[in-house]
């Protein structure tokens, strides 16, 4: 079926929505009250208050109170609820725990607390959760997370549910590494190839949350086989000046500091935050392998090495926003990151069996530094009805990195009884260049009151150029020499446009978002060794349905189905041909035949609400054919040597269940659990001689809050991670405990301590089978050992009322309109305008969130 026909079939669809069009349902509950000032009883008129469902902290219901100070919110769905007022020059005020079955609640006189121009902390009945829950999108605080403070953006994925880190720093979402990461919902050059370095080097202290979608619709990248992980930086939420500053410093030699400084009136709003991180990170591993000779026989190889990563790194990230008019913003925001990264390597292998005795000492020293810069111009404009929108992005980036090797590598024999010595030495050089632009356009219509179109443009434009260069030494000159059938120069330019549309239509409680996008890629490489070069392309049109079927069985209760396709396109390392020999035992290459992994995945999801606990269930399953795996193979014919190559396998499938259970356990503990349990399918492929396989596993965590007293907070957190396969063998189980405190010192200095990894138990360990048992490997890696951290953070400013025309643009930016309910929209793709996952496209905090 081509894409005309599908496009046709579509927009049948969308017309048979539209001619079924029903009006929401009327009637609920009602919460109303007046405003007064706490000391003198005064007025408060023109104040905003809000009804917000606690279940995902979205507004239902929103006004300005009268002259009299008097509000009235009604047609309140059943459910539970929190009240929240907010007003210039005043302490927000919140209450907890309003419980609407169709009641009216009087809350009489509500009083506020004047904030006397000087920065005060927010005083809530609750603390601010530190995941939000919906059936397409969790949203971790990063203000909330004890364990992460003081360390990287690394450290804090390790601790988001569903999400977990390898030993070389790369990211999986729900067992799979195929996963789209995003800055502020945007690709970027910080996500390039070398992302797990990257991420080290930015610090969790500037990011504000992380965002994670599993299923995303049609509006987004269709890039990820397993979902999208969006990282939200930092920027300015309150009125006047402020800031903040914090000093981290702990073992391993690790010393890091942030500044935040921000200011905001109404018609302009800056904000800057400068972050450095220094720290050392201590990492160590083994393997065993057994092969065998030409003869048959066994060849048993020891290999241990220890490892120290030491990195320096500054990260700025600053912007401004201007306020054109009371719906219109024009916003500017660069980030910067430069870093110094050195690798030492120590180890030894011992090669017996065959006729050999031979022992390899290595002593390998890596010195990199690089830099990121990206830029980003966003318009956004809302119109005068409700939740129409449109925004606009240019976003421009460009990294560089720039390492040296230096491998020594000492051998010696012993063959017959006699004593032989070989030393080989290498220097590499890497120069790496990478650009990156994004085109986008986004626009949402709300073509009635119970549903709505949204449609957008997306062009992104990439290329990865990096230079290899080799040089070895002459152990008879003693000098180095060139080595051009060891250098490598591969350049990699992507072209992938974009647009899609969709549909969302609400039938009462039931709701249906059908979506197609249509992504047309252009992938050239060019590879140029020993004055050759080879050139490959790929070209292909295709497109990606999504389609969300939305039931809210109760105020409390949604039930949710969804499928979309989506793509894992091979960038980079997986498709460069260069033989990569750093390590002299086991060589890696990519694959320039790769094809990219086509997806198919289903998703039912479940969410429920009570007063104590919020809970949400996925059932889903992901098909993925021409699946791209690293296969182990003996290199040419060698009974010593390891070849792992990306090859594409016929397909693969995982079928899961995945539960994130938050238990509010009285007002001094709070829990959150993660197990997620599934059955993976790897279909093999005879001519790559690799056998299919399948097996059970299963992933959990569960971090626990503790607040003993107001001032003092305690956070624990233990992860397991089960036995599972892979195409050539299986990884073992691993597991680990973190914890940390924090005590509030006085409103705005605060101090805390987190150590990872307390036990020192994370360690990767896997076993490898292949060719036909002619290979059987056993290995152990640790990214790093345990780490504790001390943080001392503090809080200043004022912030500067600005009347209530600030007051009445905030409501217009960031509240719901008075009669707009947010239930009348399936909660399918996410309702946030940009063609961003949560939110703008300036990257601010999820809507309805207090600011701590």
């Known amino acids: 079926m081509n894409s005309k026909v599908l496009s046709k079939l579509f927009i049948t669809a969308c017309l048979l929505f539209v001619a079924f069009n029903t009006r929401a349902q009327t009637g609920g509950g009602t919460v109303s009250g007046k405003l007064v000032d706490a000391a003198t009883g005064k007025i408060l008129d023109f104040a905003t208050v809000a009804v917000v469902r606690k279940s995902d902290n979205q507004p239902v219901k929103s006004m300005q109170t009268d002259l009299q100070g008097n509000f009235k919110l009604s047609g309140i769905p059943d459910g539970y609820y929190l009240f929240r007022a907010t007003f210039v020059g005043y302490i927000s005020f919140t209450k907890d725990s309003l419980n609407i079955k169709g009641n009216t609640v009087n809350l009489g006189a509500v009083k506020m607390r004047a904030s006397k121009g000087v920065l005060k902390e927010v005083t809530v009945t609750a603390q601010r959760s530190q995941i939000q829950l919906s059936t397409d999108k969790k949203v971790f605080s990063v203000d909330q997370s004890l364990v992460s403070q003081g360390g990287s953006a690394t450290d804090l994925l390790s601790n988001v549910p569903s999400v977990q880190v390898d030993v070389d720093g790369n990211i999986n979402l729900r067992g799979s590494s195929s996963v789209r990461v995003l800055i502020n919902g945007k690709p970027s050059a910080l996500t390039g190839a ?25 509006k987004y990248d269709a890039e990820g086989q397993s979902g999208i992980i969006n990282i939200v930086l930092k920027r300015n939420a309150q009125v006047g000046f402020n800031g903040s ?5 702990g073992t391993q030699h690790t010393y890091n500091g942030s500044l935040n400084l921000t200011y905001q009136n109404k018609l302009i709003n800056v904000y800057t935050n400068y972050s450095y991180r220094k720290g050392t990170r201590i990492g160590n591993g083994l393997s065993q392998t057994l092969t065998h000779d030409s003869l048959g026989r066994s060849i048993l190889q020891n290999q241990v090495n220890d490892q120290e990563f030491q990195i320096r790194s500054n990260n700025i990230r600053s912007g401004i926003d201007f306020n054109l008019d009371r719906k219109t ?27 050999l005795n031979q022992l390899q000492t290595r002593d390998n020293q890596s010195n990199g530094n690089g830099n990121n810069l990206d830029f980003n111009l966003d318009f956004s404009h809302k119109y005068k009805k409700p939740q129409q929108e449109l925004t606009a992005n240019i976003g421009y980036s460009t990294s560089k990195n720039n390492n040296t090797d230096n491998l020594n590598t000492a051998y010696n024999f012993n063959n017959n009884g006699l004593d032989s ?25 709300p073509m009635s009151h119970n549903n709505r179109l949204e449609m957008g443009y997306r062009s992104t434009f990439n290329k990865n150029d990096n230079n290899y260069l080799v040089d070895t030494l002459n152990n008879f000159t003693n000098a180095y020499v060139f080595a051009d059938t060891l250098s490598n120069h591969f350049v990699y330019n992507e072209q992938v446009h974009a647009v899609y549309t969709n549909y969302q239509q609400q039938f009462g409680k039931f709701g249906i978002q059908g979506g197609l996008r249509l992504e047309d890629a252009h992938i050239t490489t060019n590879t140029t060794s020993a004055g050759v070069t080879e050139q490959h392309k790929q070209d292909y049109f295709r497109v990606y349905p999504s389609l969300f079927l939305t039931d809210k069985l109760t105020e409390n209760q949604t039930l949710q189905l969804s499928y979309s396709r989506r793509v894992s396109r091979p960038r980079d390392r997986q498709i460069s041909p260069f033989l990569d020999r750093s390590d002299r035992q086991n060589y890696q290459q990519g694959n320039p035949d790769l094809k990219p992994e086509d997806t198919h995945a289903f998703e039912l999801s479940y969410i429920n609400y009570w007063k104590g606990l919020t809970l949400t269930s996925s059932l889903y399953y992901r098909l993925t054919n021409d699946n791209i795996q690293q296969i182990r193979t003996l290199y040419n014919n060698s009974s010593t040597i390891t070849l792992t190559k990306f090859e594409n396998l016929n397909s693969a499938s995982n079928a899961g269940y995945e539960l994130i259970a938050k238990v509010n ?20 492929d005879p001519e790559l001689n690799v056998q299919s396989t399948s097996g059970y596993a299963w992933n959990g965590n569960l971090t626990a809050n503790i607040k003993p007293f107001s001032k003092f907070g305690i956070q624990l957190r233990g992860d397991y991670q089960g036995p599972q396969v892979i195409a050539q063998g299986k990884m073992k189980a691993m597991y680990g405990m973190d914890g940390g405190l924090k005590y509030d010192i006085t409103k705005t200095l605060n101090f805390s ?4 990894d307390i036990f020192n138990t994370r360690k990767f360990k896997s076993e490898v089978v292949s060719d036909g048992g002619a290979l059987t490997q056993y290995s152990e890696r640790r990214f790093a050992t345990r780490i504790v951290l001390f943080t001392l953070a503090y809080r200043f400013g004022a912030s500067t009322p600005a009347g209530k025309q600030r007051q009445q643009r905030k409501q217009d930016q960031q ?38």
């Open 194 to 218: 070398n992302l797990s370095d990257i991420l080290q080097s930015i610090p969790a202290s500037s990011i504000e949350n992380i965002e994670v979608i599993t299923n995303p619709s049609s």
């Open 245 to 249: 500053v914090s000093a981290t410093a």
């Open 329 to 355: 913003v024009l916003s500017f925001s660069n980030n910067i990151n430069i870093r110094n990264m050195d690798r030492f390597q120590t180890g030894n292998t011992t090669i017996v069996g065959g006729g």
């Open 421 to 445: 010595t070989y030393s080989l030495l290498q220097n590499n050089l890497t120069i790496g260049r990478q650009h990156n632009l994004n085109l986008q356009a986004d626009y949402v219509l």
């Open 665 to 684: 356990a009285g007002t001094k503990v709070d829990l959150t659990g993660n197990v997620n349990i599934y059955y993976r399918n790897i279909q093999g």
């Open 753 to 756: 301590a987190n150590a990872r």
């Open 815 to 852: 509240q719901p309109d008075q009669d707009n309910n947010p239930d009348d929209v399936p909660q399918g793709g996410g309702n946030n305008g940009g063609g961003a996952p949560g939110g703008s496209p300036r990257g601010g905090q999820p809507g309805g969130q207090i600011k701590m």
